[in-house]
C-alpha cells in the first residue's frame, strides 16, 4: 500500500494551501487516516486524524486553522491550512492505520514540503 501526498509548495505568509494524501494499492482498507508534519530540527507532530466515519480529532494547537477531511470511496485525505505563517514550513506527511492481507498494519508518505516564506 501506498500514500501520495501533494500539494505542497511555496506560499506567502497568510495564504493558504490544501494537501491530498491518496492511498494505493490492493487488498487494503485504510481506517485511520491522519497528517502529521516535521520542521528541520523538530520532532514529528500530529496535526489531525480522520476515522472512516469521518470523526476527527486535531492537536489543539492546529485547531482553527486546519481542516482535515477525507473522500472515502477515492481513499484519499485532505488538508486545508489557511493563515500559514513561517513557522509551518515543514515536510508535511500522511500516515494510515490499515487492515491489509488479513493483517494489521501502517503507512507513511514521503511527504510534500510547504514553505511559507514572502
Known amino acids: 500500500v501506498q500514500l501520495v501526498e501533494s500539494g505542497g509548495g511555496l506560499v506567502q505568509p497568510g495564504g493558504s494551501l490544501r494537501l491530498s494524501c491518496q492511498a494505493s494499492?490492493?487488498?487494503?482498507?485504510?481506517?485511520?487516516m491522519s497528517w502529521h508534519r516535521q520542521a528541520p530540527g523538530k520532532q514529528r507532530e500530529m496535526i489531525a486524524g480522520?476515522?472512516?466515519?469521518?470523526?476527527?480529532n486535531y492537536t489543539d494547537s492546529f485547531k482553527g486553522r486546519f481542516a482535515i477531511s477525507r473522500d472515502l470511496p477515492a481513499d484519499t485525505i485532505y488538508l486545508q491550512m489557511n493563515s500559514l505563517d513561517p513557522e509551518d514550513t515543514a515536510g508535511y506527511y500522511c500516515?494510515?492505520?490499515?487492515?491489509?492481507?488479513?493483517?494489521?498494519?501502517?503507512?507513511w508518505g514521503q511527504g510534500t514540503q510547504v514553505t511559507v516564506s514572502s
Open positions: 480522520i476515522s472512516r466515519s469521518d470523526t476527527t
Open positions: 500516515h494510515a492505520d490499515l487492515i491489509h492481507g488479513g493483517g494489521m498494519s501502517a503507512a
Open positions: 494499492g490492493t487488498d487494503f482498507l485504510a481506517y485511520e
